[in-house]
């Protein structure tokens, strides 16, 4: 049982994109509807995140609360900067920004209702996080969420601003 549950884990991480790629290039839109290109995503030469998240997934809100928690902290501390991309679909697409009002989370939000920038980044399972080295290629990626394993995405921004 326990090989199965590890080639499963294995196989979910292998298809996510690769690190040292480029960010593919998706239209999407902000919870103000302005477009954006995700091959632009950037935070002006320093590291950044993107979390894939949706409003039914528990751990996906839990992550994302927990890091608002120390947001403010961290971009003092980095500059780092949270994209996080909801991946709902029709109407529930429609609560986001409530959602993301209602929490005061200061993250830059995207939407991808039809699932095309989860595609073409290999996200198959929620929460899906990857940390954007300052060329805007992806350094790192998991999928899954325990509590207090956040703290893991600031030790690798820092690591990249050593560089």
Known sequence: MKKIIL??????????????AQLPSVTLK?????????AKLNN???????SFFALWCKPCL???TAIHDVYADWQDETGVKLIAISIDEGQNSLKVAPY????????DVLLDPNGDFKRAMGVNM?????????????????????DGSEGHLLEEVKKLLEK
């Open 7 to 20: 080639i499963t884990a294995m196989s979910v991480l292998a298809s996510i994109i690769p690190a040292s």
């Open 30 to 38: 902000n919870t103000d509807g302005k477009t954006v290109d995700t």
């Open 44 to 50: 002006d030469g320093k590291p950044f995140i993107i």
């Open 62 to 64: 839990r992550e994302l």
């Open 100 to 107: 993301v009002n209602g929490n005061g989370w200061e993250y």
């Open 126 to 146: 929620v929460p899906a996080i990857f940390v954007i080295d300052e060329n805007g290629k992806v350094a790192s990626s998991r999928t899954g969420y325990t």
